[in-house]
């Protein structure tokens, strides 16, 4: 991902019927041959056309078919040569796709790379002032880099608890200790829940602890969570499928608490490893996974069937949404003010629906004492928040 | 019994021929192409009055209407044959949060009545780390004739019934609720349910095409998250109206042809007189309800028939309860469809041709004080209920000039008499009124020439926030 910039309202030009009302722009925005600030690019195995060799400041929209019969690459470079204003990567032959950019004035690359190897095939390209204003230039790679810091610092603090109460929970029902065991349970959780897209960027770790009784394939052993949280609130036979629910033998209580501590270990060890990181673009897609999350499994009360304890989940992954925005705040307030300030409205009003029904310290009511009004209102405030959280990987991606 | 078109009478939202989503993405050059040309469709078409309309064939998937007018489209335009109808419930109390929606959908609805796509961007352009701007769904089909006709809900003004304090007058609008837009009394065998009932703001979208009519609704839906959210949807096939008169009768699940009485298009007049809201209105309840001048009241009603115990009934009484026969649709009195019923005709033993508790009878202009209404209805099956009996039936919907004089008089006589009310029951109602149009040329552009947002653009039911 290139951390190079461009401008403060380019969101909001990149999307202007779903961002806030904003004022048409006549300098371009939309891609027309017509409008000034689109152009085609035209990439062979020896030629960069591009459509034009000058554009007025503001959006620009690149549109470019790779015509050739390697896979290539686009770039705008800065007038350095080296640094990457914006790019686009892994175009087959015979695909298009769009580099949409906020340009300033000044002289720039354009730059083909078919193959991907080599400097590419370079032109000049200049930006005229047309007058737009276009946000700040600077360098925000230092603003990316602290965010990533912090967030994989806020990573690393969520396992330290979640590990260690994940020990206390496995100790306590292993010993039998059931209601210990249901109080620890989904406060416990929340710690797992807030930084889950980290859990499942390790892929095979998310199903191993989480998987619930209907992700179960024919045949597939059960651990995890969801199968000690049945062992923890035994179904009646109605609601179990018309069978009369089997406990877990001691034996089985022991190695389901064993499991659960070891694969919790291997998140643990992961994410404290050197090296561990998370990218930008990365902790702004998680922040949408976590929305997508709550919008599939918290809000119709299906991650928790047994327990009813979905609101600490709900909750949870709220806040590992929210500090994955606020890691990354200052960049989308200095990308597109206007998203900024959308996303901070639509997590106060999220928040405020959940704090209505409880909090993770003093504990939540349980999914099924929610009317469906209730239900139906926190839904919507989901949907609200999801629809603009949606364009912040993009908003990284650009920056 | 339908007045006969005047002579040479005009035909509003004649249809033409536009650029069709297939020509506007299929051009090889990609994005830019398409954009060029969808740049030259979307001039051409939404602005009618800089650009008459060419004589096109009035056939044709790819036909469009212009959106902007001094009426809204979707009204009097010739019946589509689909509707997605949705109202919404709007969950923000900002005023200018709503004024944005509004704003927003009137370009997103300019843009994809002309087969543009719903954003500046195609569906597979735009930056790639974005979601698109245009679900895509229609990205390779026609406009197909698609009309979007939005709508305000009695609670949009004064709140849900009951409501008090702050959640009765959420936007400050309540100084100009039409005296029109009444709650809707029970009427006789409703079984309405809440949750397919009423809604703060309604949209109809109508195409020859159901997917390019959800894909319209759809597109909306998305836009409103954070403002409004979807409180019940419709979906109709089959028009049970025409409202041209170049349109043939269609049918409803009854079997029967509905809609001959119909306003139609061209009866202009009559139009006039039953379906705009005249000048004189505006203060008549105590308001100021001037915003809604030149718009109309849609009164939406889903009505469930119970069509397997038809099915069983005798073709004799079917015939009987309707007023007219099952093949021409003639009136019972004699003649041919379009032939008025002779309401005194009786037979041999005295007892009327058209039976007293006859559909026909009771909806006659002449049983209703003169009123007629443009009736705009589909039918519908959404599945079937846990006997395994469809869940059909007709989604009447109605634009009046007003539902006082125009539906409820009437709609109480035929709930309480009308034979065919046992074979039927209400299950959803809503009752809207509907701004006018955006004035022709008065939607600003974008640098391709399309539809595009701009801070002060005008929207659809502006003078109701002025």
Redo the contacts between chains.
């Keep these: 991902m290139s951390r190079t910039s461009w401008s403060a309202a380019a969101?909001v030009a990149?999307?202007?019927?779903?961002a806030?009302?904003?004022?048409?722009?006549?300098?371009?925005?939309?891609?027309?041959?017509?409008?000034?600030?689109?152009?085609?690019v035209s990439s062979t195995a020896d030629a960069c056309e591009v459509?034009a060799d000058s554009a007025p400041s503001g959006t620009l929209?690149f549109?470019v078919?790779n015509d050739g019969s390697d896979v290539t690459e686009f770039y705008l470079l800065a007038d350095d040569g080296l640094r990457i204003v914006s790019e686009?990567e892994n175009i087959g032959p015979g695909i298009?796709?769009?580099l949409?950019v906020q340009a300033a004035p000044g002289d720039y690359y354009t730059a083909c790379k078919p193959g991907m190897v080599g400097d590419g095939i370079r032109a000049a390209f200049t930006v005229t002032d047309s007058g737009q204003e276009v946000g700040p230039t600077g360098d925000t790679a230092d603003q990316l880099a602290a965010a990533e810091a912090a967030y994989v610092a806020y990573v690393k603090d969520q396992a330290g608890s979640l590990i260690a109460g994940t020990q206390e929970f496995a100790d306590a029902y292993a010993a039998g200790d059931d209601d210990r065991a249901r109080d620890l349970y989904a406060a416990t959780r929340v710690h797992w829940e807030r930084v889950e897209p980290v859990a499942e960027s390790f892929g095979d770790l998310d199903p191993t602890l989480d998987l619930r009784e209907a992700d179960l394939e024919d045949g597939q052993a059960w651990t995890g969570w969801h199968l000690i949280e049945k062992d923890l609130w035994q179904p009646t036979p109605d609601a179990n499928g018309g069978e009369t629910y089997v406990p877990l033998t001691a034996e089985e209580r022991a190695a389901a608490a064993d499991d659960l501590v070891a694969n919790t270990q291997k998140l643990v060890d992961q994410v404290t490893a050197d090296g561990f990181t998370f990218e930008a673009?990365q902790i702004a897609n998680g922040a949408k996974g976590l929305l997508d999350e709550v919008a599939t499994g918290k809000v119709t009360g299906e991650e928790e069937i047994w327990s009813h304890t979905d609101l600490w989940d709900f909750q949870a992954n709220v806040d590992g949404a929210r500090v994955a925005y606020e890691v990354l705040q200052d960049v989308v307030t200095e990308q597109d003010p206007d998203l900024a300030a959308?996303l901070d409205q639509?997590f106060v009003d999220l928040e405020g629906l959940l704090a209505a029904q409880g909090s993770v310290d003093a504990g939540f009511v349980a999914y099924t004492d929610l009317t469906d009004a209730q239900v139906?209102?926190l839904a919507?405030a989901v949907?609200?928040?999801?629809?603009?959280l949606?364009?912040l990987?993009?908003t990284?991606?650009?920056a | 019994m339908t007045a006969a078109p005047g002579p040479g009478g005009t035909r509003p939202g004649a249809p033409r021929t536009g650029m069709s989503r297939r020509a506007l993405l299929g051009l090889g050059g990609g994005l830019v192409a398409g954009a060029a040309a969808a740049g030259a469709a979307g001039a051409v078409a939404v602005d009618a009055a800089r650009s008459p309309a060419p004589a096109a064939p009035s056939s044709g998937a790819d036909r469009t209407y212009p959106f902007t007018g001094a009426h809204q489209a979707g009204i009097v335009t010739p019946a589509q044959d689909r509707l997605y109808l949705a109202a919404f419930d709007v969950t923000t109390t900002d005023r200018d949060a709503l004024v944005d929606l509004l704003r927003r959908w009137t370009v997103m609805a300019a843009r994809m009545t002309q087969g543009l796509p719903a954003g500046q961007f195609a569906p597979a352009s735009g930056p790639y780390d974005a979601p698109p701007d245009d679900t895509g769904e229609a990205a390779d089909l026609p406009a197909a004739g698609l009309t979007i006709t939005f709508g305000f809900g009695r609670s949009l003004f004064v709140g849900a019934p009951g409501a008090t304090g702050p959640d009765a007058d959420r936007f400050g609008l309540a100084g100009r609720l039409p005296a029109g837009l009444i709650e809707l009394p029970h009427f006789a065998g409703d079984d309405l349910d809440p949750a397919r009932s009423d809604g703060d703001l309604v949209v109809q979208a109508c195409a020859d095409d159901p997917q390019v009519a959800v894909h319209a609704v759809r597109n909306l839906s998305r836009a409103a998250f954070g403002t409004a959210r979807i409180r019940w949807t419709q979906l109709g096939y089959g028009r049970t109206s025409s409202t041209s008169t170049a349109q043939k009768t269609p049918r409803n699940l009854f079997g029967f042809k509905d809609g001959t009485a119909n306003l139609k298009a061209e009866e202009t007049a009559d139009v006039e007189a039953h379906v705009w809201v005249p000048a004189s209105a505006a203060t008549e309840g105590g308001t100021d309800a001037a915003w809604l001048t030149g718009g109309s009241y849609l009164v939406a009603r889903r009505i469930r028939m119970h069509i397997e115990t038809w099915d069983r009934s005798s073709l004799r009484e079917q015939e009987a309860l309707v007023g007219r026969n099952k093949g021409e649709g003639a009136p019972l009195s004699g003649g041919t469809e379009f032939t008025e019923p002779d309401l005194d005709a009786t037979g041999g033993d005295g007892t009327p041709l058209v039976a007293l508790d006859s559909h026909v009878r009771l909806a006659h202009p002449t049983q209703n004080d003169g009123v007629r209404m443009l009736r705009r209805g589909y039918n519908f099956t959404d599945g079937n209920d846990a006997l395994g009996r469809l869940d059909a039936g007709l989604f009447f919907l109605a634009f009046v000039v007003d539902p006082r004089t125009h539906f409820v008089p009437m709609q109480t006589r035929l709930s309480s008499q009308d034979g065919l009310m046992e074979y039927l029951v209400h299950t959803g109602s809503g009752l809207f009124a509907v701004p006018p149009g955006v004035p022709d040329g008065a939607l600003p552009t974008g640098a391709d020439g399309t539809p595009a947002l701009a801070e002060d653009g005008p929207f659809v039911g502006q003078a109701l926030f002025g």
């Design positions: 969101a990149l999307l202007p019927l779903l806030a009302c904003v004022p048409n722009d006549p300098a371009g925005g939309a891609a027309s041959s017509d409008a000034p600030g689109a152009l085609t459509s929209t549109s078919t686009i298009s796709r769009d949409v673009f959308d639509r139906a209102e919507a949907d609200a928040l999801s629809e603009p949606s364009r990987t993009t990284m991606t650009g």
